[in-house]
């Protein structure tokens, strides 16, 4: 069975400084992997989708992914943090029987 | 905007009272699937469907059942709910489920069992 694991359930930065939000898979190479962004008091939308068909991955709101094989991580990066990413963001990925696992999130905090 | 509706969004009840949860889809998606999201839990499968009348547990079934006799609606119903399962309850739909692609969520119900 896939799973992920995000590192840091809180993270802090600067407005304006880098973003890195960090997401590990289990062992075997799944055929996707998504990243999920939750504003407060409101369901889960898509921020980004890998697929194989790339390792880079560009998303909603300047976010990017980059798939590494040899770390199985897909780690969440935007170059400089704005207020509004404040958020939680899931990372996730299919299961079997047609489940998705999603991992425990990660909530940002962006100060001013 | 995906078209998921779930009713009722907030709700306060007693221990030991049964509740239904609804979620209504217009996308015709075959998936359906109800989470519950707790702190340090992330997101959590009670049950899934992938039909009408097809569902199937997740990792935290206990204390839950599901019912879906169109392919609009998704109840979920607890049966005699308990303090724990204070939680907000998300639904999403699928068109592909997890072969193919992505997950579109409802806005989520807030559940308060006293």
């Known amino acids: 069975a896939q799973s992920v694991t995000q590192l840091g359930s809180h993270v802090s930065v600067s407005e304006g400084a880098l973003v890195l939000l960090r997401c590990n898979y289990s062992s075997s190479v799944p055929p996707y992997l998504f990243w999920y962004v939750q504003y407060p008091n409101q369901g889960l939308q898509l921020l980004l989708k890998?697929?194989?068909?790339?390792?880079l991955v560009k998303g909603i709101n300047g976010f990017e992914a980059e798939f590494k094989k040899s770390e199985t991580s897909f780690h969440l990066t935007k170059p400089s943090a704005h207020m509004s990413d404040a958020a939680e963001y899931f990372c996730?990925?299919?299961?079997?029987?047609?489940?998705?696992?999603f991992g425990t999130g990660t909530s940002l905090t962006v100060i001013p | 905007d995906a078209g998921i509706t779930q009713s009722p969004r907030h709700k306060v009840t007693e221990t030991g009272t049964p509740v239904t949860l609804r979620c209504h889809q217009t996308e015709n998606h075959r998936y359906m699937y109800w989470y519950r999201q707790d702190p340090g839990h992330g997101l959590r499968l009670i049950h899934y469907?992938?039909?009408?009348?097809?569902?199937d547990k997740g990792e935290v079934s206990d204390g839950y059942s599901v019912s879906r006799s169109k392919t609009e609606d998704f109840l979920l119903t607890l049966e005699s709910a308990t303090s724990s399962q204070t939680s907000v309850y998300f639904c999403a739909i699928s068109e592909g489920g997890a072969g193919t692609g992505e997950l579109f969520f409802g806005e989520g119900s807030r559940l308060t069992v006293l």
């Open positions: 996730a990925v299919p299961n079997t029987g047609n489940q998705f696992y």
């Open positions: 890998y697929t194989s068909a790339a390792t």
């Open positions: 469907s992938y039909g009408v009348k097809d569902t």
